[in-house]
DNA sequence: AATACTTATCGCAATATTGATATAATAGTT
DNA sequence: AACTATTATATCAATATTGCGATAAGTATT
């Protein structure tokens, strides 16, 4: 089971080095949602079994795009790409904003061990 | 209950208008993300009983940038500017690129009266 | 109706993303 | 090793988004 872009592991290693510091929030949160998108893409490209070419033909750009979309590096994210890209993979975008519980590490009891 | 932004009704108007021409959809689908996402930061900013001006000072913006995102025709959104809307806010950006089963309403039965 | 508050819209400069080509690097095959 | 296919990177022009001020328009309150 490889599912991971094997180059990169960059919300694990994210989550990691970041705690509560507020000032970091920001771009960290931002960063998230990079690596996220890219794995998004890379997964369902490498799923539908596509090159990055084959992928960049069919919404009309270049291979170089498509790799620089899969780069969990990449801060350039549009909904635009986003869709072009879902649509040519029979996928449909799905965004939310969800709220975040205030605090349930706070608690002065222990979180359950699952 | 009014959760809709009061100007507009795109997704359903959009719903309706559009079959299977395979022609329109890259723009259907694209204006219906469009859609979505405005809604998503007018319904985040309004429960949390900002105005637009409070919200844009919040993210290191103007009242007018937030007004454009929350434009349905508006076609520009990015994910770093959602990102920073739903810091501002204390949400979570979810995305994820859903499979599109082939055909549900193909088949040869009526579709169950939910 | 005047005031205060909120939102919509326009125009334009500053900035960022995209398109595209070329090239390097990696991997797999024969 | 040579060949092929794939992916990563760099650069630069073209395009698109953002920032921002000004202003119009809509709501509510007094």
Redesign the interface.
Known sequence: MMSKKPTSDGMEILDRMIGDDTEV??MY??AK??V??AQ??Y??RTEAGLSQTALARMIGTTQSVISRLEDADY??????M??????A????????????V?SLEDASFPSPSV
């Open positions: 929030r920001e949160e931002q949602v990079n996220h998108v998004l893409i997964d369902a801060e350039g994210h549009s909904l635009s986003l869709s072009r890209v879902a649509q993979l029979d996928r449909e975008v799905k965004i939310d904003l969800v709220p975040i205030p």
